[in-house]
């Protein structure tokens, strides 16, 4: 609620969050239904780890750095769609370890009901109703501050079990690789592709692409913790994933901006 209320709602917020929640939704989808794809990513971390960025913390700040100040709603509007949707069916991803079908109706509709996320969008329009977006928005930016550094906490603190453990630090599972290959690779070339189906501007192709390139997102890591599921897998494709984007993100910047 705080993000969003401070961030403000206007078309191209909303367009963009759309694109990135629509986008990621389509492909858990695709990667679930279709075996061979399955075998590659197996597991919710894995899926999460290659699709969901760190768009709050790295990618937001690259955009500001790199791009018109008029591109910010577009950025913030992905980050936003991406946090969503892992709020909303991370818990379910991770919650159903493989004791019900993918397509359990019943039990998706309760945890996407369920989410902190769907509750945050149901309070930000009755917000929005009472017209309180202001007030309410100053206020809740200091909770929702203080969350962020709470994050960024659990997350120091995983990271730092693996690289203080030096023998596990490179001993990645097999099948991390084709996540990595997906976040960093595949996303970002397909987020492209549909910018130009909807024939978008160039700088609003290059926001939106730098966001899709960005490494795997902290809540990917929150959402272990809680669920107690791959957590050391999920810190491992955070890791890999920010090393390597290092070289991949001037990359994406240098073919898109210039």
Known sequence: MGLLLKAGINIDLINSALLAFITILFLIIFINIIPS??????NPSLQLGGLIGNTSFLGIPIAIALLP??????????????????????????????????FNFKKLFTSVFNSPASRGIIGVLIIYMLGLEKILG?????????????????????????????????????????????????????VYIICEIFNMQKIEIAALVLQAG???????????????????LAAKNLFATTIISITTIPLIALFLIN
Request: charged share 20%.
């Open 138 to 190: 100053d206020f809740l930016w200091i909770p929702a501050r203080f969350v962020i550094f709470l994050a960024i906490i659990v997350v120091g603190t995983r990271l730092g079990i693996i690289t203080n453990n030096k023998k596990i630090l490179f001993k990645f599972e097999k099948n991390i690789k084709y996540s990595i290959f997906l976040k960093l690779f595949l996303l970002p070339v397909f």
């Open 69 to 102: 100040t008029d591109t910010i709603n577009f950025t913030i509007g992905f980050d936003l769609g991406t946090t969503i949707f892992s709020w909303i069916f991370g818990p379910y991803l991770l919650e159903k370890t493989n004791n019900y079908s993918f």
């Open 214 to 232: 960005t490494p795997s997102a902290i809540s990917t890591i929150l959402l272990a913790e809680a669920y107690k599921t791959k957590r050391d």
């Open 37 to 42: 794809t399955k075998k590659f990513l197996p």
